[in-house]
């Protein structure tokens, strides 16, 4: 069994910064692939970036790509998600997820953890 935690969500300014965390809890934390995803009102939920057991190969959707970046510690059983250059598209509610490979987390599809989810909300 795994268990994630989401924290670091808050109030920001369009052009500031955040850095989400994802705490997880169990022995094969670092066997599995973790992503991130967000979901604003009105939109479907979309993966926003994912990487591998390794750390080593990671993925971004185009809205985000050279804003955000995905990075995880597995000493610490720790996944996060720095967020810069934050623009009022970016509100939204950001659950992390583990799954058992790279593409499986970036589909979305056969999810085999979720965390609670924490908010993030950029002002214009």
């Known amino acids: 069994q795994v268990q994630l935690v989401e924290s670091g969500g808050g109030l920001v300014q369009a052009g500031g910064s955040l850095r989400l965390s994802c705490a997880g809890s169990g022995r094969t934390f670092s066997s599995y692939a973790m992503g991130w995803f967000r979901q604003a009102p009105g939109k479907e939920r979309e993966s926003v970036a994912a990487v591998d057991w390794s750390g080593g190969n990671t993925y971004y959707a185009d809205s985000v790509k050279g804003r955000f970046t995905i990075s995880r510690v597995n000493a610490k059983n720790m996944v996060y998600l720095q967020m810069n250059s934050l623009k009022p598209e970016d509100t939204a509610v950001y659950y992390c997820?583990?799954?058992?490979?790279?593409?499986?987390?970036?589909?979305?599809?056969?999810?085999?953890?979720w965390g609670q989810g924490t908010q993030v909300t950029v002002s214009s």
């Open positions: 997820a583990a799954a058992t490979g790279l593409w499986t987390v970036v589909a979305g599809r056969e999810i085999d953890y």
